[in-house]
């Protein structure tokens, strides 16, 4: 037996060190690595599993093609070479005949290290397909409205938190995707600091902490305006702090705040004026106040407004310039590397824009040319993005040749020409670096790759010499790529060797204490000219949506969704184990609602909108206010009664940074029965 130290690759903030133990071929067993302060020695439930992961007995064993009717299941195992000469015999007779627009490749984040995510997006990069504009399903929202308040850098570092004497979950279930920083709260709370969370959810994390305000969906910025309001109305704003350090409080103070008094933001938030008080009360007595910021809060219509407000708030007290201090949405905007290296290998400085998030409609209804080719890594549109049935009708084209490169048979695979299996992180040489910490680490593979999987990073270097794509990059190994991605860093990224990484130690590459903002003014901009050029309130504001007061008219529920805890996404569903311990696909209701509809727990019912209509099971509880259907996650298809929750949802997109709406979908809820 062997122990090799590795990273975790999941898409989440913790980016843990792990120990792999290893016996032959196969991973034992996973565990977290004590050495890394962060880590601390523990897994989360879903990765403790990831053994299972790797040897799943439903991982796919060779590449296959599509024998039947897109989505039949038909397929019949072919070789890389056979699959690989088709891949490129296609492309190139699509080029030739429709340009290298007709091409694009859609791969975001989840699961790999930096080399293996990003190789992928270079070599369509260089081959001057349409590009995808990824993280619209993810964060661009959240991201943007940060760095159009504090600039491209990163937040508070978590482990300043043992500082802190306020703690604040604002819509982050941390549970569920930021366990380790929940665990530093322990030595925390011991000193008797609070944990406060804002979240339209009683999410577990909500249920342990010292208060939850089950704010409304989509009315964080008017409680944020109303917590400034009562700091103005009381004397609490750090005005030294706020004359330093930002832009724009004055007019702020004067033009929007006063609107905000706390009978309004309760009308609008529903909570009771008393908490609303009681909330700004210990915010205003608070000194070094810790804000953990999640983005669910901003999947929706006004999203990038409720950043806005949100982060604006440890500006007011001053908490921003203290220990413990601030806020931390991600961390990843101050550790500068320059991914660009694997990204933009060569090809046009601009090219057709695709939006992620609008993947199915792209699919559907872009011309001149239209896509037609399609190459899907380490994602599952078919589950994961907004208006799931277009993305469906789109790679259920005939005239679409879609290649699908993936561990697992997935529901975007099952549409596909060509499916390729993949390997999974643990069988992978790549670095990592953290979103929600401030380490980085380069990891070895634990274990070869299994059956016939390849890497991300092995199949690009492989397709780009086929389709002539010769930049240096595609012939490099991880190690030579390595230093590429340390050329012209600055800040404490620029103080490593990446040489000394190789041995797999992490390594903390945190900016120096104290906010710094990254604005063309250099202070933190309550006041926005990149919005107002843009036409969007420039300084944070709640206004409500009017095409959501439209909406709520014709439905009477509004989804909410929050992360699942045993499956982020779809990508454990590869695991028995899990999707066992998650359970069937399900919503929640509010017993007021259920008790109207005449629903009872566990039964199967129908979610309906003008879009879709899907069967999940029911769980009545008051986890939720009336009003509100949550759906945990996205299961696929497959696993529930029928359907998935994003068919459900518009591809509208949010105020700022283009990105998915998805809890800006009304809708209702039915016996399953009734229809049937
Ligand atoms: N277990 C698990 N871990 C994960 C993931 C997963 O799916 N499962 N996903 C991974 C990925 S890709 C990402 S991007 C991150 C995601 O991490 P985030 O998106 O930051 O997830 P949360 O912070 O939990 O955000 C969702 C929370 O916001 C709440 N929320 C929803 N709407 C509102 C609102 O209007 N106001 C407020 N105040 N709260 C609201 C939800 O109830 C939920 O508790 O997590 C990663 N980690
Ligand atoms: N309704 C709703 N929809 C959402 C969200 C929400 O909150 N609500 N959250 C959104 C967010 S934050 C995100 S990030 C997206 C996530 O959307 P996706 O990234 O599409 O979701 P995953 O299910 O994580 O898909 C990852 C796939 O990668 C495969 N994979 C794992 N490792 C490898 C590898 O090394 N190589 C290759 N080639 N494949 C690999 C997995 O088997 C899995 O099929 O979903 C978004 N969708
Ligand atoms: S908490 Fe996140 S980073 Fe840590 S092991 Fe689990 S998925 Fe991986
Ligand atoms: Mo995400």
């Known amino acids: 037996m062997k122990t090799v130290r590795v990273a975790c690759a999941h898409d989440c903030p913790d980016m843990c060190s792990l120990i792999a133990h290893v016996e032959g071929d196969r991973i034992t067993k996973i565990s977290g690595d004590p050495d890394q302060p962060f880590t601390a020695g523990f897994a989360c439930a879903k990765v403790n599993r990831d053994a299972e992961l790797v040897h799943s007995p439903e991982r796919l064993k060779t590449p296959l093609r599509r024998t039947g009717p897109k989505g039949s299941g038909q397929f019949e195992a072919i070789t890389w070479d056979e699959a690989l000469d088709e891949i490129a015999a296609k492309w190139k007779a699509i080029i030739a005949e429709s340009g290298p627009l007709a091409l694009l490749g ?48 990163g937040g508070a570092d978590p482990e300043s938190v043992v500082d802190s004497d306020l703690v604040i ?50 009315t964080d910025a008017a409680l944020a305006l109303g917590i400034v309001h009562i700091l103005v ?23 929007t705040v006063p609107r905000f008094t706390p009978d309004y933001v309760s009308e609008v938030t529903g909570l009771p004026v008393a908490d609303i008080e009681k909330l700004a009360a210990m915010y205003g007595a608070a000194k070094h106040s810790f ?31 203290r220990p413990g201090g601030g806020a931390l949405l991600l961390t990843a905007g101050s550790m500068d590397f320059n991914f660009s290296a694997v990204r933009k290998p060569s090809g ?42 277009k993305v469906r009708e789109g790679l259920s084209r005939q005239d679409l040749f879609t290649v699908v490169h993936d561990p697992f048979m997935t529901d975007t695979a099952a549409l596909a020409d060509i499916v390729l299996p993949a390997t999974t992180y643990l069988e992978t040489e790549d670095f990592y670096r953290g979103y929600g910490n401030y380490y980085m680490q380069y990891s070895p593979a634990a274990v070869a790759p299994q059956g016939a999987a390849w890497s991300n990073f092995r199949l690009a270097q492989e397709l780009a010499r086929r389709m002539g794509v010769t930049d240096p990059i595609f012939s490099k190994t991880e190690k030579e790529i390595l230093p590429e ?60 949506d009017a095409q959501e007061v439209e909406d709520a008219k014709s439905w009477p529920l509004r989804l909410l969704t929050a992360p699942s805890y045993f499956q982020p996404h779809t990508a454990f569903s590869g695991v028995a184990f899990l999707r066992k311990r998650e359970g069937e696909p399900f919503c929640v209701l509010h017993p007021e609602d259920a008790a109207r509809r005449g629903l009872e727990s566990g039964s199967k019912v129908r979610l309906f ?37 994003n068919m459900l949802c518009s591809d509208r997109l949010t105020d700022i940074g283009e990105g998915a709406s998805y809890q800006s979908t009304f809708l209702d809820v039915e016996a399953w029965e009734k229809r049937v």
């Open 348 to 389: 046009p400085a601009t090219t057709r824009l695709v939006n992620q998030s609008l993947l199915g409609r792209e699919l559907l209804e872009m011309n001149d040319p239209p896509l037609r080719a399609l190459f899907v890594a380490a994602n599952n549109p078919a589950v994961t993005c907004p208006e799931a049935g």
């Open 291 to 321: 804000i953990r910021i999640g983005e669910g809060m901003t999947r929706l219509a006004r999203g990038g407004q409720a950043l806005r407000a949100v982060a604006t708030l440890p500006a007011v007290t001053g908490a921003y310039g």
């Open 233 to 255: 109305r009381d004397g609490l704003c750090d005005r030294a702090y706020l004359a330093a350090n930002t832009l724009g409080f004055d007019r702020w103070e004067r033009e």
């Open 609 to 645: 909108n003008d879009r879709a209509a899907i069967g999940l099971v029911l769980k009545v509880a008051e986890e939720i206010q009336p009003g509100v259907v949550l759906v945990p996650g996205q299961r696929p298809g497959s696993e529930a009664v029928d359907g998935t929750v």
């Open 485 to 544: 991605f340390f050329k012209g860093s600055t800040g404490a990224v620029a103080a490593v060797d990446p040489a000394s990484l190789f041995d797999g130690v992490p390594v903390k590459v945190a900016p120096p204490a104290g906010q710094s903002f990254g604005t063309p003014s250099g202070k933190l901009e309550i006041y926005s000219q990149a919005l107002a050029d843009q036409g969007v309130s420039p300084m944070p504001d709640w206004q409500p």
């Open 169 to 218: 979950a604002w819509g982050c279930d941390l549970m569920a995707v930021n366990v380790h920083f929940w665990a530093k709260l322990d030595s925390v709370r011991k000193r008797g600091v609070q944990v406060v969370v804002i979240d339209p959810r009683r999410s577990r994390t909500a249920v342990s902490a010292d208060w939850h305000l089950p704010i409304r969906i989509g």
């Open 106 to 153: 859609y791969a975001y984040s989840a699961h790999q290290g930096q080399m293996n995510r990003h190789i992928v997006n270079g070599l369509f990069y260089a081959m001057g397909t349409s590009r995808l504009q990824a993280g619209t399903v993810c964060d661009s929202c959240c991201e943007t409205a940060w760095d159009l308040t504090l600039g491209p850098v």
